[in-house]
């Protein structure tokens, strides 16, 4: 069996720079009937380990550490026995979460995880925070963004350790060069697809 692509929305609390708001969350599990990763651990650790039904998980892949993407990281990789990998960059928000143990594994720009007969390639889009890391799988044509690159354009850049202008050249010159048929999963709400992206962001230029 192939890899297939599996999403639990979970729900809670995004908090930083002293305000909360209430977000659901996206999970991705990508992988087969024995082995797969998940991309991003929030709110919920039971509803992420129920989700993995006992297989081999081979990683925890962080596509940025604001809270409400990291909350259930270390129960859900203990419970697991597997590693969570996150672009240092993103250390200094991970440490409001987690201030006493560090993530397992660093995940760098063209890092690539093997899972179920198909790979998944990190690609560095800072500017929603600094070490902000999609995930691109060719073989399943869909990319996982996190908040870097949403239905309707850019992730939000109004907090701390947040560009705009970086989130801005991140999409335009790492993402919206994929295939435009790519389909984009995220981290919060719908999916969508370069092509339809593409368009957003000439809207924004003009």
Known sequence: ?????????????????????????????????????????????????NQVRGRKVLAILMTHAHNDHIGAARAVADAVNAPIYLNPADLVLWEHVYPDTAPDRELADGDEFEVGGTTLRAIHTPGHSPGS????????????????????????????????????????????????????????????????????LAQLAS
């Open 1 to 49: 069996m192939g890899a297939t692509i599996e999403n639990l929305v979970t729900s809670g609390t995004f908090s930083l720079d002293g305000g909360t708001w209430d977000v659901d969350n996206n999970v991705w599990i990508v992988g087969n009937d024995e082995e797969c990763v998940i991309i991003d651990s929030p709110h919920d650790a039971e509803a992420i380990i």
């Open 133 to 200: 890391t999609c995930f691109y799988v060719e073989e399943l044509g869909t990319v996982f963004t996190g908040d870097t690159l949403f239905n309707g354009g850019p992730g939000a850049t109004g907090r701390s350790y947040s560009d705009y202008p970086t989130i801005l050249t991140s999409i335009r010159e790492r993402l919206l060069t994929l295939p435009e048929d790519t389909v984009v999963r995220t981290g919060h709400g719908e999916n969508t697809t370069i092509a339809a992206e593409r368009e957003t």
